[in-house]
């Protein structure tokens, strides 16, 4: 995906970010189990995170393959994308979403 961005086209960059993350999705349910990847991504302390997550997904594919010119769409659609991910995967360390708020806030704060 690196390299759609780095050559200009924003469409394919989305769509192979996407599809990047929808490959990380895969290998992790490789490692543990299809049903035990389910069962923690929709655990109450990540649901809201892995519903947007997955329906930033689909909705940069749609917007990718649909639109006629999408390219700052698809850039914002990626990076929600990215800050949900990020969200997701704070819930698996300890205090680690107390940690981002604790961050966030103070940088907010000034």
Same mark, same amino acid.
């Given at each position: 995906?690196?390299?759609?961005? @780095?050559?200009?086209? *924003?469409?394919?960059?989305?769509?192979? +970010? $996407? &599809?990047? =993350?929808?490959?990380? %999705?895969?290998?992790?349910?490789?490692?543990?189990?299809?049903?035990?990847?389910?069962?923690?991504?929709?655990?109450?302390?990540?649901?809201?995170?892995?519903?947007?997550? @997955?329906?930033?997904? *689909?909705?940069?594919?749609?917007?990718? +393959? $649909? &639109?006629? =010119?999408?390219?700052? %769409?698809?850039?914002?659609?990626?990076?929600?994308?990215?800050?949900?991910?990020?969200?997701?995967?704070?819930?698996?360390?300890?205090?680690?979403?107390?940690?981002?708020?604790?961050?966030?806030?103070?940088?907010?704060?000034?």
């Amino acid at each position: 995906s690196t390299l759609m961005l @780095i050559s200009g086209n *924003l469409p394919a960059f989305a769509i192979f +970010f $996407t &599809l990047g =993350n929808i490959v990380s %999705l895969f290998s992790t349910s490789f490692l543990i189990g299809p049903a035990k990847q389910i069962k923690t991504m929709f655990a109450p302390v990540r649901m809201v995170a892995s519903i947007v997550f @997955i329906a930033m997904m *689909l909705i940069t594919l749609i917007v990718a +393959f $649909t &639109l006629h =010119n999408p390219a700052l %769409l698809c850039i914002i659609l990626c990076i929600i994308q990215f800050l949900a991910l990020f969200w997701y995967s704070a819930s698996y360390i300890p205090y680690g979403r107390a940690a981002i708020r604790k961050v966030v806030g103070g940088c907010i704060e000034v």
